[in-house]
């Protein structure tokens, strides 16, 4: 069993900022890749930013020197910092991560739940 958990949304004026956490916890045996998604109202998922192996990071143009995502060393924990908040970037935020399990051995991917971001203007 893996547990993919985010926190750290809320409700935020246009121009401020936050910072979001996501905790993976259970059989792993290695993280290969991490990834922030959002889904704004009526709209698709999309990726917000990435954290690939190699500690390689890719963002959506959307968010290119506004957002910064991380990852705490030792510990699978993985942060969206998020400044110079807009209107737009409004939506429910996802963590997704591709691991490695113990039992059985294989690759998959697992979402959280999601946590709310609302940009008021």
């Known amino acids: 069993q893996v547990q993919v958990v985010e926190s750290g949304g809320d409700s935020v004026q246009a121009g401020g900022s936050l910072r979001l956490s996501c905790a993976v916890s259970?059989?792993?045996?290695?993280?290969?890749?991490m990834g922030w998604y959002r889904q704004a109202p009526g709209k698709q998922r999309e990726l917000v930013a990435a954290?690939?192996?190699?500690?390689?990071?890719d963002y959506a143009d959307s968010v290119k020197g506004r957002f910064t995502v991380s990852r705490e060393k030792g510990k699978n924990t993985m942060y969206l910092q998020m400044n110079s908040l807009k209107y737009e970037d409004t939506g429910v935020y996802y963590c997704?991560?591709?691991?490695?399990?113990?039992?059985?051995?294989?690759?998959?991917?697992?979402w959280g739940q999601g946590t709310q971001v609302t940009v008021s203007s």
């Open positions: 954290l690939r192996s190699g500690d390689n990071t």
């Open positions: 997704k991560v591709m691991v490695v399990t113990s039992s059985p051995v294989r690759r998959a991917d697992y």
């Open positions: 259970g059989s792993i045996l290695s993280i290969k890749d």
